[in-house]
């Protein structure tokens, strides 16, 4: 009996504790925009203090669990919420989400849903009075938040009037910077976005560039829509941006919620936007009020969670790769595990230093996460399991390709052999994929069998194979082999950002190429250049900037090779919108698409096909489809036609 009683003292002292520390973090969190923990702490932190409470049936009058959490900051009017707002409870695996929906769907069993992507920004509500802007606010406690109306006016996307029907309406969104926004001594966009909001001076907010995200349109004299519904209004007529996914498809049965959770978790680190999640929401009105709330969260509503998933899972084996500089990657073979949404086999384990510091051995069980890198990683071992003594740490001495012994550099460990069969591979494997010569045809599988026939040797060589040299290939037959050589040859006339790219040289990347390519005129004038010179470009350090001299030193001769089939492409190096990729959609009134291309050309702007990522600008004309969408996306900048003659004037650039 003794033992009981003392054991629950203890889970009563815990459960102070908690509550204490979770109230100074909430308060770090909202009133100092200075979090001493990180999210996924602060998670585990009040999982324990729900559980906590649950068990012992205390619950402390100022336990955090009660409330919604934030405080007004000095200096801020205080601005009274017209409706509550509410966060949302959050299911940290599908299980939970599989859950939630059933007990919905045997409630009412013709519920429809819709998903939306949780972005990790500020919460602001807006405050429109017949289509005028009139407050913004902060959510605060939920109950009273911060008047940032001139904060909020600063930013782009928050329409200061509402285009179509002159409505009075409560719009609640999220302060989102984009990730290449990012200043410098920010931890993440989320904190900077909320320095830039809650800053007393609106100038200090105009200077970050901030968009805004809606999620929620309340009206006030109370008339309610459908979830999909209010978001089309919002993007169409209100004109905001929303988080509706690209692919929006109404949500029936729990399958195609999963779906679309996969989907959306897949694709999660293509956005330029810290996007933590995915928000499930009950369509119909009418049910949403029969459910009703509870004190913090609405029923009709889960937040499913993505941010580090970790599971558990048995290692099996460890095999080594080597990439294109040689460098030998531990990777771990799993036994197959649930994350994040896909079935998870292999993990990296970073390096042999941070395995053998990790104790990672084969057959004991593993911690795997996934965090914001799309590959899972090994975050350690499970140390309520004995170490295997029989099993030791797995090293590596010899290249598993080539078997020359390897050097240590830090904690990694190169293979030095130029013509190591593994890294010519991966250097013909990068040369072909689509950011660079983006020749189609030459998988993995194929280009391992040109190499081992001794086709190709330098990268040179891609261009000198012949139909006849093909033709005797596993596979290979007329209409493949002129694919190819097509292929082959459509990428002969290549963008200069793209061949330097190619070319893989080591610690330049994408970007790093492209910044040569905009800054230096031909292939010699780079040669040219000391590291010195080098580490003056933009983001240049001293390592990429000796990486660029030593390759040119190095392999002046395959790329000479190289060269002699090419026509590299330079891009225009003046003009008002030099640099920008620019795509059109649509019908303009005023123009034709080649005009206007030429125009674009002229300027110094590179006309693109697609919208992706790297797209800066979209023109829209009449009947703008997917590319539209995607470029809202994407948080791509679009111009109308009547914005065009500035545009092409270089008012706005
Ligand atoms: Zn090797």
């Given at each position: 009996?003794?033992n009981v009683?003392?054991?629950?003292?203890?889970?009563?002292?815990?459960?102070?504790?908690?509550?204490?520390?979770i109230?100074?973090?909430?308060?770090e969190?909202y009133?100092?925009?200075?979090?001493?923990?990180?999210?996924?702490?602060?998670?585990a932190l009040?999982?324990?203090l729900?559980?906590l409470?649950?068990?012992?049936?205390?619950?402390?009058?100022?336990s955090?669990?009660?409330?919604?959490?934030?405080?007004?900051k000095?200096?801020?009017?205080?601005?009274k919420?017209?409706?509550?707002?509410l966060?949302?409870?959050?299911?940290q695996?599908?299980?939970?989400?599989?859950?939630?929906?059933?007990?919905?769907?045997?409630?009412f069993?013709?519920?429809e849903?819709c998903?939306?992507?949780?972005f990790?920004?500020?919460?602001?509500?807006l405050?429109?009075?017949?289509?005028?802007?009139?407050?913004a606010?902060?959510?605060g406690?939920?109950?009273?938040?911060?008047?940032?109306?001139?904060?909020?006016?600063?930013?782009?996307?928050?329409?200061?009037?509402?285009g179509?029907?002159?409505?009075?309406?409560?719009?609640?969104?999220e302060?989102?910077?984009?990730?290449?926004?990012?200043?410098e001594?920010?931890k993440?966009?989320?904190?900077?976005?909320?320095?830039a909001?809650?800053?007393i001076?609106?100038?200090?907010?105009?200077?970050?560039?901030?968009d805004?995200?809606?999620?929620?349109?309340n009206?006030?004299?109370?008339?309610?829509?459908?979830?999909?519904?209010a978001?089309?209004?919002?993007?169409?007529?209100?004109?905001?941006?929303?988080?509706l996914?690209?692919?929006?498809?109404?949500?029936?049965?729990?399958?195609?919620?999963?779906?679309?959770l996969?989907?959306?978790?897949?694709?999660?680190?293509?956005?330029?936007?810290?996007?933590d999640?995915?928000?499930?929401?009950?369509?119909?009105?009418i049910?949403?009020?029969e459910?009703?709330?509870?004190?913090?969260?609405?029923?009709?509503?889960?937040?499913?969670?993505?941010?580090?998933?970790?599971?558990?899972?048995?290692?099996?084996?460890?095999?080594w790769?080597?990439?294109?500089?040689g460098?030998v990657?531990?990777?771990?073979?799993?036994?197959?595990?649930?994350?994040?949404?896909?079935?998870?086999?292999?993990?990296?384990?970073?390096?042999?230093?941070d395995?053998?510091?990790?104790?990672?051995r084969?057959?004991?069980?593993?911690?795997?996460?996934?965090?914001?890198?799309?590959?899972?990683e090994?975050?350690?071992?499970?140390?309520?399991?004995?170490?295997?003594?029989?099993?030791?740490?797995?090293?590596?001495?010899?290249c598993?390709?080539?078997?020359t012994?390897?050097?240590?550099?830090?904690a990694n460990?190169?293979?030095?052999?130029q013509?190591?069969?593994?890294?010519?591979?991966e250097?013909?494997?990068?040369?072909?994929?689509?950011?660079?010569?983006?020749?189609?045809?030459?998988s993995?599988?194929?280009?391992?069998?040109?190499?081992?026939?001794?086709?190709?040797?330098?990268?040179?060589d891609?261009?000198?194979?012949t139909?006849?040299?093909?033709?005797?290939?596993?596979?290979?037959?007329?209409?493949?082999?002129?694919n190819?050589?097509?292929?082959?040859?459509?990428?002969?006339?290549?963008?200069?950002?793209?061949?330097?790219?190619?070319?893989?040289i080591?610690?330049?990347?994408?970007?790093?190429?492209?910044t040569?390519?905009s800054n230096?005129a031909?292939?010699?004038?780079?040669?040219?250049?000391?590291?010195?010179?080098?580490?003056?470009?933009?983001e240049?350090?001293?390592?990429?900037?000796q990486?660029?001299?030593?390759?040119?030193?190095v392999?002046?001769?395959e790329?000479?090779?190289?060269?002699?089939?090419?026509?590299?492409?330079?891009?225009?190096?003046?003009?008002?919108l030099?640099?920008?990729?620019?795509?059109?959609?649509?019908?303009?009134?005023?123009?034709?698409?080649?005009?206007?291309?030429?125009?674009?050309?002229e300027?110094?702007?590179?006309?693109v096909?697609?919208?992706?990522?790297?797209t800066d600008?979209?023109?829209?004309?009449?009947?703008?489809?997917?590319?539209?969408?995607?470029?809202?996306?994407?948080?791509?900048?679009?111009?109308?036609e009547?914005?065009?003659?500035?545009?092409?004037?270089?008012?706005?650039?």
């Amino acid at each position: 009996m003794r033992n009981v009683q003392k054991s629950s003292t203890k889970r009563e002292e815990r459960l102070r504790e908690l509550v204490g520390l979770i109230n100074k973090y909430n308060h770090e969190y909202y009133v100092m925009d200075a979090p001493s923990v990180s999210d996924d702490e602060w998670d585990a932190l009040y999982k324990e203090l729900q559980e906590l409470e649950r068990e012992t049936g205390i619950i402390l009058p100022d336990s955090p669990t009660q409330k919604v959490g934030g405080a007004v900051k000095k200096g801020f009017r205080k601005h009274k919420h017209l409706f509550p707002l509410l966060s949302l409870d959050k299911a940290q695996s599908v299980d939970e989400v599989r859950k939630w929906f059933d007990g919905i769907k045997s409630e009412f069993p013709d519920a429809e849903f819709c998903a939306t992507y949780k972005f990790d920004g500020i919460r602001l509500v807006l405050t429109y009075d017949k289509g005028t802007l009139v407050k913004a606010a902060t959510r605060g406690d939920g109950k009273v938040g911060e008047d940032v109306t001139e904060q909020a006016k600063t930013i782009t996307s928050i329409p200061k009037e509402l285009g179509k029907w002159k409505a009075s309406v409560e719009i609640g969104g999220e302060v989102m910077m984009s990730k290449a926004n990012l200043p410098e001594g920010f931890k993440n966009t989320r904190n900077a976005a909320a320095g830039a909001v809650r800053n007393i001076d609106p100038s200090v907010t105009a200077r970050q560039k901030l968009d805004f995200f809606a999620y929620e349109l309340n009206f006030i004299d109370g008339m309610e829509m459908k979830y999909v519904l209010a978001m089309k209004v919002l993007e169409r007529d209100y004109g905001f941006r929303t988080m509706l996914p690209r692919n929006w498809k109404g949500i029936k049965t729990f399958e195609e919620l999963e779906r679309v959770l996969v989907e959306i978790t897949a694709e999660r680190d293509t956005f330029d936007y810290d996007i933590d999640g995915v928000v499930i929401s009950l369509d119909e009105p009418i049910y949403r009020a029969e459910l009703g709330t509870t004190i913090k969260f609405p029923r009709w509503a889960m937040a499913y969670k993505f941010e580090a998933e970790v599971v558990t899972t048995k290692l099996l084996n460890i095999v080594w790769q080597v990439g294109r500089s040689g460098k030998v990657t531990p990777v771990a073979i799993l036994e197959p595990v649930e994350l994040c949404g896909a079935t998870v086999t292999r993990a990296t384990l970073n390096n042999y230093g941070d395995m053998a510091r990790k104790g990672v051995r084969v057959g004991g069980d593993v911690v795997v996460r996934r965090s914001n890198d799309v590959i899972p990683e090994v975050l350690g071992i499970v140390p309520e399991i004995p170490r295997d003594a029989r099993n030791d740490i797995v090293d590596i001495n010899e290249c598993p390709s080539c078997g020359t012994g390897l050097e240590v550099v830090g904690a990694n460990k190169f293979c030095k052999n130029q013509n190591c069969g593994a890294r010519v591979l991966e250097k013909f494997s990068h040369f072909v994929s689509r950011d660079c010569m983006n020749i189609e045809g030459l998988s993995d599988k194929t280009l391992e069998v040109l190499i081992s026939k001794g086709f190709i040797k330098r990268l040179g060589d891609i261009y000198r194979i012949t139909a006849s040299e093909l033709m005797g290939l596993e596979g290979f037959k007329d209409k493949k082999i002129n694919n190819l050589l097509d292929s082959i040859e459509k990428s002969k006339n290549v963008d200069f950002a793209r061949f330097i790219n190619a070319l893989g040289i080591p610690n330049v990347g994408k970007k790093a190429s492209a910044t040569l390519a905009s800054n230096f005129a031909s292939m010699e004038e780079i040669r040219q250049k000391m590291a010195k010179q080098l580490i003056e470009l933009d983001e240049f350090g001293e390592v990429m900037a000796q990486s660029v001299v030593e390759f040119f030193k190095v392999n002046r001769e395959e790329v000479d090779d190289l060269v002699q089939f090419l026509e590299l492409e330079h891009k225009k190096r003046e003009g008002v919108l030099l640099g920008l990729k620019v795509c059109v959609t649509g019908t303009l009134a005023g123009y034709t698409r080649s005009q206007l291309a030429k125009a674009l050309e002229e300027l110094g702007a590179s006309v693109v096909d697609g919208v992706s990522k790297t797209t800066d600008v979209l023109i829209v004309g009449e009947g703008a489809g997917s590319k539209l969408e995607k470029a809202r996306k994407f948080g791509v900048r679009i111009v109308e036609e009547s914005g065009l003659v500035g545009f092409l004037g270089g008012v706005s650039k």
